[in-house]
């Protein structure tokens, strides 16, 4: 069973500077997608990024970029220039199959300081 | 855009009650989802439906079981609610590997 691991519960960045969101899974497929989703304090859950395996460029959304490694099955978020509003629960998610079933870990808490 | 609702944001049952929660989705999406949300566990998926009237167990089907009888609504039902079920419960629906997320429904069983 493919499995996803966040290693960091909490994570806090003061505005404007940049943090790095740690995300590995376990899979044996070779054909699958990975997500980052954002959750807001009371908000809905929201799709940040997502990452085709079989693409070598990693995927690029304005502030956020991730860092695809295949082979070491790590899959990070970089957030750039880091907002208020960036604060949130994030979730690394990983795809496969038709039927769309997403895994995902346990999430990271981001905190922004002023 | 596409909007997943959920019937209830709060709502708080006795221990034995049969719960109902409704989502509704309107961009005609065939796959559908209902997870719990819980601190330090992440999403787990309960069920899922990938067409009217079909279904399958998730990680976590124990204790609940769902009904599809129209495209655009999948409903989860507690069928005795006990104390441990008390959870954030998350309906999604899915559109080429994307899925977009209800506001979900925070659900206390005393």
């Known amino acids: 069973a493919q499995t996803v691991t966040q290693s960091q519960p909490e994570m806090s960045v003061q505005e404007a500077e940049t943090v790095t969101l740690s995300c590995t899974y376990d899979?044996?497929?070779?054909?699958?997608?990975l997500f980052w989703y954002k959750q807001p304090p009371s908000r809905q859950m929201i799709l940040v990024i997502r990452?085709?395996?079989?693409?070598?460029q990693n995927a690029t959304e304005n502030r956020f970029s991730v860092n695809f490694q295949k082979a070491a099955k790590s899959f990070s978020l970089k957030i750039s220039d880091s907002q208020l509003g960036d604060a949130a629960m994030y979730f690394c998610?990983?795809?496969?199959?038709?039927?769309?079933?997403?895994?995902f870990g346990t999430g990271t808490r981001l905190q922004v300081t002023l | 855009d596409v909007k997943v609702t959920q019937s209830s944001r709060y709502l708080v049952k006795r221990t034995g009650e049969k719960v109902f929660l409704e989502c509704v989705q309107d961009m005609d999406h065939e796959n559908m989802f209902w997870y719990r949300q819980d601190p330090g566990l992440g999403l787990r998926l309960i069920y899922f439906?990938?067409?009217?009237?079909?279904?399958e167990k998730g990680d976590i089907p124990e204790g609940y079981s769902v009904s599809r009888e129209k495209k655009e609504r999948f409903s989860l039902i507690l069928e005795s609610a006990s104390t441990n079920q008390t959870s954030m419960y998350l309906c999604?629906?899915?559109?080429?590997?994307?899925?977009?997320f209800g506001p979900g429904t925070r659900l206390t069983v005393l």
């Open positions: 999604a629906s899915t559109i080429r590997g994307e899925q977009f």
């Open positions: 990452q085709e395996a079989y693409k070598q």
């Open positions: 998610a990983y795809l496969t199959g038709t039927a769309s079933k997403l895994t």
């Open positions: 439906s990938y067409d009217v009237k079909m279904k």
């Open positions: 899979t044996s497929e070779s054909d699958y997608y």
